[in-house]
């Protein structure tokens, strides 16, 4: 299995501030055959399903807004919002889909 | 476009059989290279990938419920199935189906449905 851990647990940000979570997988996700990392980022708010956000680690699904970015590759990873707004407060998970799926514990996300 | 449906009941008692269906409306749960998930959330915690299954019927489950777990078929109903054999309050959870390109992310999710083990 590959193990994804996210950091922190829960995080407080100020509007209009940067806020950014992180996630390791405990083997690389990166396909070496495709240059690809099989990373995606989601988006959970209370009482809906999740929303996916960034796949192969750093490209935003279509209608998400340009102020959510992914980078990282091989084992680490990272999510940045970088002017958090208020709609932003939710639930944040990765998952890794480079071998079936697994997801991060997730990333709480509150206004400060 | 294409949506996806959860149903089944909503209370389970312990020791039991979990049985969901999801229903693909819009598009065909035959399209090749297409896989159909479960997924689950726990009460406060986080999202756990349960299995998922090929429209060849092909299946992956995630190995900490794989002795409990069958995901089946059904495209002349357009439908794929979860059981969850002897459950107990752990598996208190909103369920959801979900769907992607084979090695891709989940693209489609359902609206999920609260299953709650209870006597």
Redesign the interface.
Known sequence: ?IVMTQSPDSLAVSLGERATINCKASQSVLSSSRNKN?L?W?Q?KPG?????LI?WASTR?SGVPDRFSGSGSGTDFTLTISSLQAEDVA?Y?C?Q?YN???????TKLEIK | QVQLQESGPGLVKPSQTLSLTCTVSGGSISSAGYHW?W?R?HPG?????IG?IYYSGST?Y??SLRSRVTISIDTSKNQFSLRLSSVTAADTAVY?C?S?IA?????L????TLVTVSS
């Open positions: 299995d099989y995606a989601y959970q809906q399903p999740p929303k996916l796949y699904e639930v998970y998952q889909y079936t799926h697994t997801f991060g514990q997730g | 998930s997924i959330h915690k986080g999202l756990e990938w998922y992956y995630n190995p959801y979900a992607a090695a891709a992310p989940l693209d999710w359902g609206r999920g």
